[in-house]
């Protein structure tokens, strides 16, 4: 085999084919198995979407009734598991639970449907289905509330919404909701989607293939950004203090978090949906704040990065956690979120690893010693 020049982190290297999904960085363009972002989002309920990945088609009316049905009908979470949320150690992070609660579920499948060419994600659907529960329900129960029976009327973002707050959402939050999980739902090979295949082609079970992936999507350098995010427009406060903190800021040479993107040169355009969002929300909602502080951060930092000729676009975290609080969801579920939403994606790509499959199996440099003499251990210092 040609010797291979190490990259750090596998970057640029190209470690599979994909038919999943093209993302044009310089123009800004994101593509889910040849459909432009934009269209789905426009167009498409996000069990749509998900049916998309898992069959490379959008499905026609007969097609997506049935999935749809399927999809809703596995919302529900048993008892046992209802009691692993309640029993979970209260100060344990949701990404975690959420972890912990894929394996669980993989009990519930029988041995062969899991080792199935398909590895029963097409079958049972749990693992898109139930994240947003099992979710919904933690953030319950911490609350000090009672488990809310999902609805079957609802779209999947409008369901999580009405289980998370016991009440439905209005029409607008219902759709937002459902269009952000679109929009999440996949972005080719990031660390999480990478662990997932990674697994799969070992030809394990697809819920140990989402549950690795979640174990990656829950560190600092993967999700999170939004809450980051949130945490620099509580600090700001006020619009007035806009100007002020962000020469401050740059001063001191500080990352403005949801700002700049490894692979997006333009402005990311889920950004721009998430923006339109979050102006329209905040206008329903009558709070109008995070939307005016975000669009002045984004203006001043992209006038003073130009002058640098550093031209630094807003990513989807910039706008979304803004839109996640006015739907009422707290922080700590912005992650969880992602999960819920990147799910369908992440199976996609189970699915392709296992449809032309080899085993993961990259080399190491080796800059350790090269031979050592084991010493007594009472003479070792
Ligand atoms: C995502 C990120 C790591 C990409 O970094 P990158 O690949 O170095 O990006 P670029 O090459 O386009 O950066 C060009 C310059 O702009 C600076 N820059 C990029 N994003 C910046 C940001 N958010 N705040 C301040 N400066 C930034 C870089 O430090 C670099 O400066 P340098 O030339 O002096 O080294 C970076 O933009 C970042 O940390 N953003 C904030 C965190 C975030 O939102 N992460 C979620 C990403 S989905």
């Not at 809703?72 to 979970?88: E, G």
Request: a neutral charge; one cysteine or more; glycine letters at 6%.
């Amino acid at each position: 085999m040609a010797s291979v020049e190490y990259a750090k982190g596998l970057e640029g290297v190209i470690a599979a084919e994909s038919s999943i999904c093209r993302i044009d960085g310089e123009n800004g363009k994101l593509y889910y198995m040849g459909y432009p972002i934009r269209q789905l989002v426009e167009q498409c309920s996000f069990e749509e979407v998900t049916y998309l990945l898992l069959y490379g088609e959008l499905p026609t009316i007969e097609q997506l009734t049935i999935f749809q049905r399927k999809m809703r009908h596995s919302r529900p979470i048993s008892a046992p598991i209802q009691a692993m949320i309640r029993d979970f150690p209260r100060d344990s992070h949701p990404m975690e639970l959420l972890q912990a609660v894929v394996s669980y579920l993989s009990g519930y499948v029988e041995h062969k449907i899991q080792h199935d060419a398909y590895c029963n994600c097409r079958i049972t659907l749990h693992q898109v289905s139930q994240l947003a529960t099992v979710v919904a329900t933690l953030h319950r129960f911490r609350s000090g509330k009672d488990y809310v029976e999902p609805r079957e009327d609802l779209s999947h973002g409008a369901n999580f919404l009405y289980m998370l707050h016991g009440r439905e959402p209005s029409e607008l939050e219902g759709t937002i909701m459902d269009d952000c999980l679109t929009l999440h739902a996949e972005h080719s090979f990031n660390a999480s989607t990478f662990t997932a295949r990674v697994v799969a082609s070992t030809l394990s079970t697809c819920y140990c293939s989402i549950s690795a992936a979640i174990g990656a999507l829950y560190g600092s350098l993967h999700g999170g950004a939004n809450e980051k995010v949130m945490d620099m427009v509580d600090e700001v406060g006020e619009l007035s203090r806009v100007d002020a903190w962000l020469s401050a800021a740059l001063d001191q040479k500080r990352k403005i978090m949801g700002m700049g993107h490894r692979v997006y040169k333009a402005k990311d355009p889920r950004a721009i949906v998430v923006e339109g969002y979050l102006e329209r929300l905040g206008a329903e909602k009558g709070e109008t704040r995070y939307y005016e502080i975000l669009k002045r951060i984004e203006t001043l930092f992209r006038e003073r990065m130009e002058e640098k000729g550093k031209p630094i676009y807003p990513n989807v975290d910039f706008f979304s956690g803004a839109v996640y609080r006015l739907l009422g969801i707290p922080s700590s579920l912005f992650t969880p979120v992602f999960a819920i939403a990147r799910a369908p994606g992440w199976l996609a790509h189970v699915l392709e690893q296992r449809s032309d499959n080899r085993i993961f199996r990259p080399k190491a440099l080796y800059v350790g010693h090269q031979q050592r003499e084991v010493v007594p251990i009472e003479q070792r210092s």
